[in-house]
Each structure stands twice: as C-alpha cells, then as structure tokens.
DNA sequence: CCTACCGATCGGTAGG
DNA sequence: CCTACCGATCGGTAGG
C-alpha cells in the first residue's frame, strides 16, 4: 500500500518546479516591465517553452499576476514579522516603529522582483486580481494600524494625530523608494534610520 | 497686406480645439484606467472620431501621452507657484515647506487627469517619453531641493540630514496619495497639514 | 477627418 | 509540454 502525501501542493516535484521558475520569471518581468508590457511569449521563451505551454501550469496570465502578488505579499509579511521577532518584550513605540520600517523597506528593495510588483503596477492590476488579494492587503494595512495603536496606548503620540493618515503617509513614503532605489548609493538600513526618524522626530532641529 | 499671428500654436481655432478635447480625454483615460490599458479607439470614440482620425493630429500614441504628462508637469508647478506667490518676503522653512506641499497636493489631488498620471503610470510610461521629460522633472525636483537648502540655510534642520532622501520621502508621501485619495473624506487643506507637521516635526508628542 | 485596411501581436485553445 | 492555430485587437497608414 502506497503512503501518499495528500498535501503534495509543494512537493519538490519536477513540474512544481517548472510552475515556480514561470512564477520567478514573470515576477521578474511584471515588476521591471510592467504587467501589461510582458507578453506571455517573453514569459515563455525565458523558462525555455512555448507560450500555448504555460497554459499547463497556469489558466490565465491574471493567475500568474495573482501568484506573483499573493507571493510578494506573503514575503513582505515574512521579512517583516522577521525583524520584529528581534525586538524584546515591551519595547516602545518609537523601536517598533523604526524595526517595522526597516523590515517593510527590506522586503520591497532587497528582493524587489515579488514585493515591488503591485507597487510598480498598481493601476495595471486586474479588478479580479485586486479583490482575490483584498484580505492579504487588509490584514497588512491593519498590522500597521495595530503599531500605531501602541503608539496611541503608550501615550506618546501628537494629540489628535490621525493615524489612518499616519499609515497611509509612511506606506507612501517606504513605497516610492520602489521607484527611485538604486543599489550602492544609499544601504537600506540607512534609508530605514532616516525615514522612521523623520516620521518620529521630523527634519527640524530640537 | 494681413496681419498673421505668427505664434498661432495656441490659437482658438477649431482644430486646435479638438486637438485640446482629444488631449483632456486621453489625460482622463490614462490616469483612469493606465496607458497600456487605454486604446486609441476608446479615445477616438469618447470624441466622436475614428481611430486612424487621431493622425491627423498626433504622429503616435506615446506622443499623445508625452503631451498629457508634459502638460501635467507644467499644471503641477503653476499650482505650486499660485501657492508660493501667497507667502511673504522672508517666510521661514516651515511655513515655505507647507505651502509647497499645499501646493503640490491641491495639484495632483484637485485635478488628477493631467497631473496624476505621470504617478500612477510611471512604469509605462515609454521611455523616449521619460527622456523628453527629463528636463522638466529636474527643474521640479530643483524647486524642492531649493527649499531644503533654504531650511538648511537657516539652520534649523537636523544637522547631518540626507537632504536628497528627505526630498524623495515627502514626494513618496504625497505622490502615494495620488492612489488611495477619495473626495469627501478628509479635505486636501487637511491631509497637507497633517503630511507637513509629520515631515517637520513627527508624530511624537513634544 | 473618414474609409478601408495593414501587419503584427496578443492571450488563449484543441488535439495530441 | 509541443504543434498548430484561432479570433480579437492593437497602433498605425494610404488615399482620398
């Protein structure tokens, strides 16, 4: 009687090999192209296949845009959590804050391919795409929230700051160095240290 | 013997008119739904033309999106400029650097066909394009370096500040809100209030 | 500015 | 995973 993996979904088998160079292809392409500027064919011819062949992995180029986002997303979270998992028991806002900066920062610039691609593209993807991953972005939105919150509980945030603001201006801020990032000129760490300290303390002087 | 306006590039003329309608609707289309995403057609049609129609007034469609992004660029800096013209001779960094992101918000928030495209396309935007461009980028991102320098001037930024980073952080700040703005929730006045006193002074308390 | 059309390319499919 | 192919669409052109 044969033992079978029910859960072979990541089993290191050739074809899930196959299905994952096609995904680290297109990632690839996605985030340094664009989504709708990478024809299939370029996918394709890369992995080393015909394009009609892709389609035995995958049913659609949406569903690859979504693995390729889905992944991006999970690594982000991953590098993430990473970072946090350094930080002590009751540490202050200000800590979390600047280790949390520097884990999202890490996430989108070291390993740009899958974490930059929905920053890069985000008009480009699909409506279907965008509401299979709504749950994915919420729960992150809300992960950043919840420092926030802290910072509200340990009292040591402006009075009458609005946090969604807050949240949403620090995303901008971390999200459009995916855009201007080069290697070699700045580290991340650096880049990291200067923008949580910006949004602590501000550029001013005192 | 006639007297020809020999700068007539701006006349009222009715082709110059339609060229204008095809140019608003391009703006409208490219920042909606993505230069990529947008064909020729859906544009000829919006103003009543046939596709091929659209020759007679643009060689190509990346010369139809350079006009939206260049015509964008130049709606940014003079709302910037109205903004600045309301401050008084030897007005601090402070009060110089909100009004700039005053400025700079109100552009691309109010009026986002033209100015918001260049953001939300930047991936696809073609790059002899981008190289057109160039210039004018320059000068736009020189206004802002200008305006640090007047901080560090008067010395009152932190000292050992990279100026270059905090420059790319306030435009990652306000240009991401060219994606998650909605009208009617917190007004534009609002959101460049918040966004300055964060680059100032934080988000702590004191 | 229209008619009529093009070459190219695209995502995707049938059948093996 | 390939061969062979599709229907549709695209930006763009010639001639009027």
Chains 1, 2 share one sequence.
Not at 22 to 32: C, E, H, P, Q, R
Not at 35 to 62: C, D, N, Q, R, W
Not at 81 to 98: C, I, P, R, W, Y
Request: with cysteine.
């Amino acid at each position: 009687m044969m033992i079978t993996n029910k859960d072979n979904s990541k089993a290191d088998t050739k074809g899930n090999k196959t299905r994952q160079l096609i995904v680290d292809t297109a990632a690839k392409s996605f985030s340094k192209k664009g989504y709708l500027a990478t024809p299939l064919k370029e996918i394709a011819t890369s992995v080393g296949m015909k394009t009609g062949s892709l389609y035995y992995h995958f049913s659609s180029k949406e569903e690859l845009m979504e693995e390729v986002l889905a992944t991006g997303m999970i690594l982000i979270k991953q590098k993430v959590d990473e970072e946090m998992a350094t930080l002590n028991e009751g540490a202050s806002f200000q800590e979390v804050f600047k280790t949390a900066v520097r884990g999202h920062l890490k996430a989108i610039l070291q390993h740009p391919d899958y974490t930059s691609t929905s920053l890069r593209n985000y008009i480009q993807i699909p409506p279907s795409v965008r509401d299979a991953l709504h749950a994915k972005r919420v729960s992150y939105e809300q992960f950043w929230q919840d420092i926030i919150t802290l910072g509200e509980k340990q009292g040591v945030l402006r009075k009458g700051l609005d946090t969604r603001l807050l949240k949403l201006s620090i995303f901008g801020c971390m999200n459009w160095a995916s855009i201007w990032y080069k290697e070699g000129e700045k580290t991340i760490e650096e880049i990291a240290t200067v923008q949580a300290e910006i949004f602590l303390h501000g550029c001013l002087a005192e």
